[in-house]
């Protein structure tokens, strides 16, 4: 797992070992309050629903820095992820 799972406040997990969580840069602004902003999937990936794509590298970056698994030396496939707009 490319997060501190146990960092995370985990709201649910899916069948497929998908996490749904609250994204902690999202919170530090008072934003994802119910805690549905941040997916990480069970290979690793992850990604804010609020900011998708090539756009949220740098929000990415910052959950990866407060929420990271420092074990690893930098984040995997992080500027590759997407995941899909909230609806
Ligand atoms: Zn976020």
Do not use: N, Q
């Amino acid at each position: 797992m490319s997060l501190e799972t146990r960092k995370l406040a985990v709201v649910r997990r899916l069948d497929d070992g998908t996490l749904i969580a609250r994204c902690p840069v999202c919170a530090s602004i008072g934003k994802d309050r119910k805690g549905e902003h941040l997916v990480v999937y069970p290979d690793g990936r992850f990604g804010c629903v609020v900011f998708p794509g090539d756009a949220g590298w740098l929000h990415r970056k910052a959950i990866w820095e407060a929420v990271g698994d420092r074990k690893r030396k930098r984040p995997p496939l992080v500027l590759k992820f997407t995941v899909k707009p909230k609806e």
